[in-house]
């Protein structure tokens, strides 16, 4: 009689270990923002450098997400380096755009800005700020806030790209959504300057959907996380800035189950 008992049990422990493995999906990747590269002096370039290598030597690190401000002005000369060191990363990366990256009449479009990435790392495949790729059964959907007329510390996510988001969030409710940006829609501390323009609209779309885990953000230089209506708003320091501080983020879905995230602050050093 025990040994039955024992081996329904088992059979029933199983079972469940084989559901959670069909249904589970985990994803663990890398976030670097607000880098503010140039060459005006050596320190961004042995920062981002020793960035890469310690990516490099994580494990099971899927990708990395750039989350914008990844030049201190944009000038095309600080992109060219700044892809060129990225791309020693052994994983596949994936850039945004933010307030120090375009400026139309200043040299650098956000078409421009694209073109230099394809050029400089060829394998590359967006060319637009707003795309969605796929990781793990996870959907990433990368949202441009920036402004490339007058740009500024104040985000602005216009209306058609919150329609192009709405849009993606349905056509794919029945997968895990993490959405990238620049600016939070959640800010990680209170600072009026940095504020996103008309965020309330933003919330109110992404309020329709129970699909959204997380949306992941940079440009306030501060390190934040809030939950908000079942979605977790993660804000994450700049490299630049003492300590050099990057994230390792890893999210994990089941069924049935909320998801359960975790996030490590992870400190390059020591840099000369």
């Avoid at 329904?8 to 069909?22: E, P």
């Avoid at 490299?239 to 998801?259: D, V, W």
């Amino acid at each position: 009689m025990r040994k039955s008992l024992l081996t329904i049990f088992l059979t029933f422990l199983t079972f469940l270990c084989i559901q959670n493995s069909v249904f589970a999906n985990v994803i663990k990747f890398a976030q670097v923002t607000d880098v503010h590269y140039d060459n005006k002096s050596n320190y961004p370039r042995e920062v981002l450098k020793k960035t890469v290598e310690d990516i490099n030597k994580q494990k099971d690190i899927s990708f990395v997400v750039f989350t914008g401000d990844n030049i201190s002005s944009p000038k095309p000369e600080y992109l060219k380096d700044f892809v060129k060191i990225i791309q020693k990363l052994d994983v596949p990366y994936y850039i945004l755009i933010g307030n120090h990256d375009v400026f139309r009449s200043g040299g650098l479009s956000k078409e421009q800005y694209f073109e230099i990435i394809k050029e400089y790392s060829p394998f590359y495949r967006y060319k637009k700020p707003n795309y969605v790729f796929k990781k793990n059964g996870f959907v990433f959907i990368v949202v441009d806030g920036a402004k490339e007329i007058i740009p500024g510390t104040v985000g602005y996510y216009r209306e058609e790209t919150l329609n192009w988001l709405e849009k993606q969030l349905k056509k794919h409710k029945k997968s895990p959504v993490v959405i990238l940006q620049h600016y939070p829609i959640v800010e990680p501390k209170v600072l009026k300057s940095h504020e996103t323009y008309k965020k309330e609209e933003y919330l109110k779309r992404l309020d329709k959907y129970d699909n959204v885990v997380a949306v992941i953000s940079g440009h306030y230089h501060y390190n934040g996380e809030n939950m908000r209506n079942g979605v977790y708003h993660i804000s994450s320091p700049t490299l630049l800035e003492l300590p050099n501080y990057y994230k390792i983020i890893e999210i994990s879905t089941t069924k049935g189950f909320s998801p359960l995230i975790y996030t490590e602050l992870k400190e390059v050093g020591p840099v000369e």
